[in-house]
């Protein structure tokens, strides 16, 4: 039964993601320092550990894991996600090219879980 098996590999790999909260990252790139955020942090939910990395636009193919994560808050009341009535619209587009996740095909913008 090693087709079973198999199976299975896939089914834990695949459910990985499903623990996962997007968070508010801080990057820092530990070869050319430079800094930047994004709304688009993964961690797992139980220990708010990173899970994917950010390519560093100076350094290619370095990912870079968020130093710190906070939850997503509200650029306009500061209220964490979920918790406001404003009007919110996301004004930086997400760099899918520089992103672990997305270009593992798991695309950030697809996934609606904000805790
Ligand atoms: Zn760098
Ligand atoms: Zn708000
Ligand atoms: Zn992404």
């Known amino acids: 039964m090693t087709g ?3 199976g299975v590999r896939a089914m834990s790999l695949g459910g990985k993601d ?3 909260v997007r968070r508010y990252g801080w990057f820092k790139c530990s070869d050319c320092g430079r800094g930047w955020e994004s709304a688009y942090a993964w961690v797992y939910q139980e220990n708010e550990i990173a899970v994917y990395g950010q390519e560093c636009k100076s350094c290619p193919g370095k990912y870079v894991k968020p130093y710190k994560v ?3 808050r509200c650029p306009i009341c ?3 996600a979920g918790g406001c009535s404003c009007k919110r619209r996301d ?3 997400h760099r ?3 992103c672990e996740k997305c270009m593992s095909g798991k695309y950030c ?3 609606g879980n904000e805790k």
């Open 4 to 6: 079973m098996r198999l």
């Open 18 to 20: 499903d623990n996962l």
């Open 70 to 72: 906070d939850k997503l």
């Open 78 to 80: 500061g209220a964490t």
């Open 91 to 93: 004004k930086k587009v």
């Open 96 to 98: 899918s090219d520089l």
């Open 109 to 111: 913008t697809l996934v």
